[in-house]
Antibody
Framework: EVQLVQSEAEVKKPGESLKISCKGS????????IGWVRQMPGKGLEWMGI????????RYNPSFQGQVTISADKSISTAYLQWSSLKASDTAMYYC???????????????WGQGTTVTVSS | DIVMTQSPDSLAVSLGERATINCKSS????????????LAWYQQKPGQPPKLLIY???TREFGVPDRFSGSGSGTDFTLTISSLQAEDVAVYYC?????????FGQGTKLEIK
């Protein structure tokens, strides 16, 4: 079964760092882009960026560039989203998702992780 | 960035009736060399991740009921549910994947009247 399994919910304080993960299984992880999507409480979906684990080619939404880092470790089929200094406004659900076609970032996303809730509060 | 605007923001439809959601992009997402519209529709139910319904504006994802259909080209798109079922209550999003950032519409909340 093709799936993306994300790390557990996190509760952090402002200024702390955080790295959440998304592990792919059931398919060739290096051949598919992996994207990250933010959903703030009660709000819509925001596309944050996308990475190709095969060569770590990464595209960011300018709105998130410099605020987060997207990376991947193809040896363990895992993508990451990390913050160096969290803010309260980073409180949200974060989803990883895979475009439907190998090698293409520009496709509908047919496989989604279950989401990781990040809560940032003092 | 391409701005995606959905209408309406919310919609109440009786069971068995047709539901129509519109999505407009600020620039064309039709790639003329392959005549494909880089537009997807997703359904999100409470507490769940989004689910892909439609891609290339009108291609139904495997396993999606045929009461769901997508249409449109260029900048104007429509998701139609031909006969609303109770399990269709959800928020629906369009997304363009023509150029990064691959932006979403703001969502349309569909309820039962």
């Amino acid at each position: 079964e093709v799936q993306l399994v994300q790390s557990e919910a996190e509760v952090k304080k402002p200024g702390e760092s955080l790295k959440i993960s998304c592990k792919g299984s059931g398919y060739s992880f290096t051949n598919y882009w992996i994207g990250w999507v933010r959903q703030m409480p009660g709000k819509g979906l925001e596309w944050m960026g996308i990475i190709y684990p095969g060569d770590s080619d990464t595209r960011y939404n300018p709105s998130f560039q410099g605020q987060v880092t997207i990376s991947a470790d193809k040896s363990i089929s895992t993508a990451y989203l990390q913050w160096s200094s969290l803010k309260a406004s980073d409180t949200a659900m974060y989803y990883c998702a895979r475009p439907k076609s190998p090698g293409a970032s520009n496709y509908g996303m047919d496989v989604w992780g279950q989401g990781t809730t990040v809560t940032v509060s003092s | 960035d391409i701005v995606m605007t959905q209408s309406p923001d919310s919609l109440a439809v009786s069971l068995g009736e047709r539901a129509t959601i519109n999505c407009k992009s600020s620039q064309s997402v039709l790639y003329r060399s392959n005549d494909k519209n880089y537009l997807a529709w997703y359904q999100q139910k409470p507490g769940q991740p989004p689910k892909l319904l439609i891609y290339w504006a009108s291609t139904r994802e495997f396993g999606v009921p045929d009461r769901f259909s997508g249409s449109g080209s260029g900048t104007d798109f429509t998701l139609t549910i031909s006969s609303l079922q109770a399990e269709d209550v959800a928020v629906y999003y369009c997304q363009q994947y023509d150029s990064t950032p691959y932006t979403f519409g703001q969502g349309t909340k569909l309820e039962i009247k």
